[in-house]
């Protein structure tokens, strides 16, 4: 797999790629990391790459030219693009899988306020957020990505250390323990010492969706679980506030459609028609032109490994949609 990084800061990955995984999986050409500096594509001699934002406000903003030429020059036609943006679709294990899959990936390191739109709208294929706050540039970002990629890389960590991890399966790793057997009176929990290695697999299977459930019961509805095991999950402690009739009413009534206000609260768009017309609403017509992503835009994100469902999640559209671009883009 090849990596590229364009950013305004290529020392800041001197460290960080120099040591540990990142460094063996390049050093046995698994993995290839090239960072390159978004200067190098600027064409006045001050080697500038930032203006002042349009419409007045803090900060400068990096210019279009120098960065979609890095990008154009190092994708090289089969590299996807991501921007790193506090705006972006959070950065999973799931999307982490799906982006070591590609033979070539490009990382767009943002800095300043950020990039001028049309670089977006013209050159990035995905943006990534790795998570809801504002770091000062995509280089940390970028980093994040690369190692979280690299160790998913076949051959670059042992197979068996990837089946047991966090978010394998949507779930998180129960506890842990090696030596000593007593530590401080905490002793380590005797099935673990037992030598039953059925025993030892059903215990740690448990510790991990007992851990998930209770830290993380927001990934319980897609993890990886039996119907046994899920029928077998605590009560969950708060439920999301239900939303009422009149609310879905106002909604529609402010012109809204009833695939939006779905998604916005959070029930299917088929509940939000038929609560609608119970509630004696006339339904507006459907517009004849297909909302959401055009078959194009669908067909391309799929080419990178995104399931239906990632892409319904992605567009922010139902899974029919999703079926009904991919069915166009054949046509
Ligand atoms: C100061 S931020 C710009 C924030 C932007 N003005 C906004 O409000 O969304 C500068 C750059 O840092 C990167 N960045 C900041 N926070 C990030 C995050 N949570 N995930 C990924 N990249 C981030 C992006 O590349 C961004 O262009």
Redesign the pocket.
């Known amino acids: 797999m090849r990596i590229d990084v364009l950013t305004l800061f290529p020392r800041m990955f001197d460290g960080p790629f120099a040591e540990s995984i990142v460094k063996r999986a390049q050093d046995a050409g698994l993995v290839a990391v090239h960072v390159h500096d978004v200067r190098d594509w600027a064409a006045d001699r001050h080697r500038t790459v930032d203006d002042t934002p349009y419409g007045g406000g803090p900060?400068m903003v990096?210019r279009p030219e120098p960065l979609t030429r890095a990008i154009r020059a190092v994708r090289a036609g089969d590299g996807h693009v991501v921007?790193?943006?506090?705006?972006?679709r959070p950065?999973d294990e799931p999307t982490a899988r799906r982006l070591a899959d590609l033979a070539h990936l490009v990382l767009?390191?943002?800095?300043?306020?950020?990039?001028d739109e049309r670089v977006i709208e013209g050159d990035v294929d995905e943006e990534?957020?790795?998570?809801?706050?504002?770091?000062?540039?995509?280089?940390?970002?970028a980093m994040v990505v690369v190692d979280a990629v690299t160790r998913l890389v076949p051959g670059v960590i042992e197979k068996a250390s990837l089946v047991q991890e966090s978010h394998t399966g949507g779930l998180l790793e129960g506890p842990q323990y090696t030596r000593p057997v007593d530590y401080e009176g905490r002793r380590v929990p005797p099935v673990l010492l037992s030598g039953d290695h059925k025993a030892i697999a059903e215990w740690r299977r448990a510790g991990s969706i007992n851990r998930t459930a209770e830290r993380r019961p927001d990934l319980l509805p897609s993890a990886d679980l039996t119907p046994e095991e899920r029928a077998r999950l605590p009560r969950p402690a708060a439920r999301r506030p239900r939303v009422s009739d009149e609310e879905l009413v106002r909604a529609y009534r402010s012109g809204v459609g009833s695939y939006r206000i779905a998604a916005r609260f959070g029930v299917s768009p088929a509940t939000v028609r038929a609560r609608l017309r119970d509630a004696g609403v006339r339904m507006r017509p459907a517009k004849g032109a297909p909302r959401g992503p055009t078959a194009a835009e669908v067909h391309r994100m799929r080419k990178t490994g995104m399931t239906i469902r990632d892409l319904a999640k992605h567009f922010g559209v139902s899974h029919v949609t999703i079926i009904d671009r991919l069915r166009r883009s054949k046509a």
């Open positions: 900060g990096m921007l790193l943006s506090a705006q972006g950065f767009v390191a943002g800095h300043y306020e950020g990039v990534i957020s790795i998570g809801d706050y504002v770091l000062t540039g995509g280089e940390l970002p």
